[in-house]
């Protein structure tokens, strides 16, 4: 018997395959699909369901996918009228390869959250839980995707499920959520690779709350809520279309050049290399950062460009923007920068600054510092004067960002600054610098810092 988790990078989603004698499941699967099939493979085994523990809101499920490739079942809630697959609901029971599958319902990140019991060779008592969104390694799910007037109703929800179904299985019960450290669908998760129900009844801070000061916490939580989301809640309720493998066209820098009107320019290398010279007009999102940035910053309806530090980024980053719905990539600069500039063509740069260099400028000019963090990594310890806007709220609110004086984009390392900075210089912005290093090389300095909100 094997359990296997698959992490998908940027969007800290957790899937899992399982199986055992000849048979196997997946649970809330990501929409490329071949490793799921190769690891039942390598293990003698055939795909024969899918447990999906919710709509997920943050990238397309692939059991579509699965049921296409494999003729696998898929289970999902009763409590929505899902466009295909079959419904279950409370104590429905799955047997599989030797395993059960039991059906709990825990609401409260969404009304029609299930876990998944996991039961070995018809015994009592439960092996392990799929929680989906509804516990996670050091958290809880978020409680706000049906708005902030619903959150209340959520977090009381959420607080029945926790301690009515899931804390009950046992503190032997392994835990298996749907995502960890980094993730959107939760506020900050322990960096951990496993737990128990026991473990997370011992040191998870959200377990040892009272219903009331559970639901005011849920209600003070302030998660950024990533515009894309709505769109991935409605294609999973409906199905995800299958992915159709096509072509990223390898271009020259003519070519490139004569498509890129049309199209979106993603720049996937450092912000380092960005900084020292890139092609105007383009976003600087970082390989790791696509699947979480892009559904904030990209238009579903145009074609995409990548640029990239190496080849084979390439297909890592078709793959990671396919997850979150952006199939539309038409090509990429097949020699990267060096074909752009050999061909004399139009390159722009960005400032950068280090910590020391920042620290020592600002006794002398006046500059803008641009926190883009989240709220609240803001309110834990910021550059002192430093305004907050979030990066994924960036480009909509430029008016806020002065264009007399030089801009220094922050955030904890350099990257979503250097996402940030790219906004900014689309925006006709100049004299913008990136803060290589962030906070956090700020604070090894031994800087001063500030605390609370927006300044």
């Known amino acids: 018997m094997f359990i296997e988790r698959l992490v998908s990078e940027g969007l800290a989603h957790f899937s899992y395959v399982a199986g055992n ?45 699965l049921e296409h490739l494999t003729g696998c079942r898929i289970i999902h809630s009763d409590r929505l009228d899902f466009g295909y697959g079959e419904p279950a609901t409370e104590n429905d029971t799955f047997d599989i390869g030797g395993m059960r599958i039991r059906v709990i319902e825990t609401p409260g ?38 708005g902030r007037e619903k959150t209340a109703e959520y977090a009381s929800k959420l607080h029945d499920s926790l301690h009515g179904k899931l804390l009950p299985l046992g503190d032997r019960t392994t835990l298996y959520p749907a995502h960890g450290a980094g993730s959107a669908c939760g506020g900050t998760m322990s960096e951990i690779e496993i737990s128990t129900i026991g473990y997370e009844r011992a040191t998870n801070p959200m377990l040892i709350l009272p219903r009331e000061e559970f639901v005011e916490r849920k209600k ?14 409605d294609h999973n309720l409906n199905g995800p279309l299958l992915l159709e493998p096509g072509l990223v066209k390898p271009m020259d820098a003519p070519r490139f050049a004569n498509v890129m009107a049309d ?136 008016a806020e960002v002065p264009s007399d004086r030089p801009v220094v984009s922050v955030c904890s390392t350099g990257n979503r600054s250097g996402l940030g900075a790219s906004i900014l210089a689309r925006g006709g912005f100049t004299g913008v610098n990136n803060l290589i290093g962030g906070t956090t090389a700020w604070k090894e300095k031994g800087y001063p810092t500030k605390r609370g909100h927006r300044e």
């Open 109 to 146: 990140h969404s009304p029609e959250s299930l876990s998944f019991v996991l039961y070995l060779f018809s015994g009592e008592i439960p092996f392990a839980v799929f929680t989906g969104d509804a516990l996670f390694y050091g958290n809880v799910g978020r409680t706000d995707l049906f």
């Open 21 to 65: 004698d000849n048979d196997a499941f997946v649970v809330d699967p990501k929409r490329d699909v071949d490793p799921y099939i190769k690891i039942a493979k390598s293990n003698c085994c055939m795909i024969r369901f899918v447990f999906e523990t919710h709509r997920n809101e943050d990238y397309l499920v692939g059991s579509l996918e």
């Open 263 to 398: 199209c979106t320019l993603v720049d996937t290398r450092s912000p380092l290399s960005f900084a020292g010279s890139h092609i105007k007009g383009s976003y600087n999102i970082w390989l790791r950062g696509l699947p979480n940035f892009a559904g904030w910053i990209l238009d579903y309806e145009r074609d995409i460009l990548l640029l990239t530090e190496r080849q084979e980024d390439v297909e890592t980053a078709t793959r990671y923007l396919a997850r979150i719905g952006f199939d539309k990539v038409k090509g990429y600069l097949c020699e990267g920068i060096e074909d752009w500039q050999n061909c004399g063509m139009l390159l722009e740069q960005s400032g950068v600054y280090t910590v020391d260099g920042l620290h020592e400028k600002r006794k002398e000019e006046d500059l803008f510092v641009l926190d883009v963090r989240e709220k609240e990594e803001y309110a834990e310890g910021h550059i002192p004067g430093a305004v907050n806007i979030y990066v994924g709220e960036l480009e909509k609110r430029l």
């Open 220 to 233: 003070r939580e302030n998660i950024p809520l990533p515009p894309y989301f709505a769109r991935m809640a």
